[in-house]
C-alpha cells in the first residue's frame, strides 16, 4: 500500500509541514525519502517491504569498516590480505589474487566506488576473523538501529546461494543504516563522491556505479544494487543549502528507473523542504542566596528544524525564563524554555539551562554581605 507525504506524527510535530503533492508514484517496488539531520519521512511507497538489497548491502558493510577505523581496531594504512574465500567472490570485483595486500584505504575505495565483493569479503574477514562473525556484526547493528525488516546472511549482498533467500530488508532500513553512515562519518563522502580513480599504484581504474555522482548537482553518494533476484536498487545521498536527503529505491526494473526515481525524490525534498537552525538565544535569572547574583541560561541543543520551504520567513524564537532561583543552582539546571514557532505552531521548544554552578551562601558569607550593606549605609 502507498502512503504519500509525511507521517502523521512528524505532521503534528511539524506544524509548517502541510500535506502537500507529492511525487508521481515512482518507478520500483518500494521507496522512500529521508531527512538526514532529522530522520524525518518525506515520501514513502511500500517502504517496509523486505526485499533483496542487492550491493546497497554494503552501506552496512562500510558503516561497520568507519566504526572500526573511529574505535582504533583498525587504521587506514593498515594491510589486508585477500583470502581464497575474498579472491573467490564473483559479481563487482577488482580481482583480488590469493595473498595479495591492499590497505585499508584502498579496500573501502574500492568498496564505495566500485562495489567490490572481495574486498568487501577480505575487510570482513581482517575485522572479525571471518565473514560469518562480521554478518554477526552486522545483525547485530541492524537491531541496535531498529531495522526491523531487515536480516543479513553476507556481507556483499550476492544471492546466487539458497541461504541469501533470506538475505532481506526494506527502503526504510536502508535508509536508517544510510543516515548513521553519514551523520556518523561524513568522511565517508570523500570515497562515496568519486567518480573515477585508480588502485594497484594507478594500474586498475574504478569507476562509480552510481551515476548520480556525476550527473545530480549535490550528490553525495551512496550506494548502487543489482542481481536479477533484487532488480536494480539505489540508495542516493545528496545536500543542497545545507539540507543533505536520502533517496532509496528498491526492485526498479532498469538501472535508468532507478537513477530517474531517486532523481525525482531529490527534487522533490529540496524543492519543498528547507532547514532552519533556531537562534541560540538565552538570558539570565536572578539568584537567591547564591554566591552570584545571576546565573546565565542557554539552550541545551539547538536542533535543526525541517519546514516547508515557503514558510522559511515565519519562523520565531521566544524566550521564557523562571523570575528567580533560589541557590544552590546546578550546572544544567532547568531554568526557561525557547519556543520556536512557525506562525501559530510550535516546532520546538528547547530546554534553558543554567550555563554555571551557582553555590549557596555560607551563613558566614551572608554576615558579611549584611555588614557590608549596614557600612554602606550608613556611608
Known sequence: MKRIGIILAIALLLGCLPVRAAPAEVKAKSALLMDVATGTVLYEQNAHEKLHPASVTKVMTMLLIMEAIEDGRIKWEDTVTASEAAAAKGGSQVYLKVGETMTVTDMLKSIAVSSANDCACAMAEHIAGSEAGFVDMMNKQAAELGMGDTHFVNCTGLDDDPEANNHLTSAHDIAIMSRELLKNYPEIKKFTTIWMDTIRNGTFGLSNTNKLVRFYNGATGLKTGFTANAGYCLSASAMRDGMELIAVVMGSETSADRFGACKQLLDYGFASYALV???????????????????????????????????????????????????????????????????????SQIPLTAAQPVPKLTWGQMFGKILRRISMAKA
Do not use: H, N, Y
Open 277 to 347: 537552525q533556531p537562534e541560540a538565544a538565552g538570558g539570565t535569572v536572578p539568584v537567591k542566596l547564591g554566591t552570584s547574583a545571576m546565573v546565565k541560561a542557554v539552550p541545551g541543543e539547538t536542533p535543526q528544524l525541517l519546514i516547508d520551504k515557503s514558510q522559511r520567513g515565519s519562523v520565531t524564537s521566544e524566550v521564557s525564563l523562571e523570575e528567580s532561583v533560589t541557590a544552590p543552582v546546578s550546572k544544567g539546571q532547568r531554568l526557561g524554555t525557547l519556543t520556536v514557532r512557525c506562525g501559530e505552531q510550535i516546532l
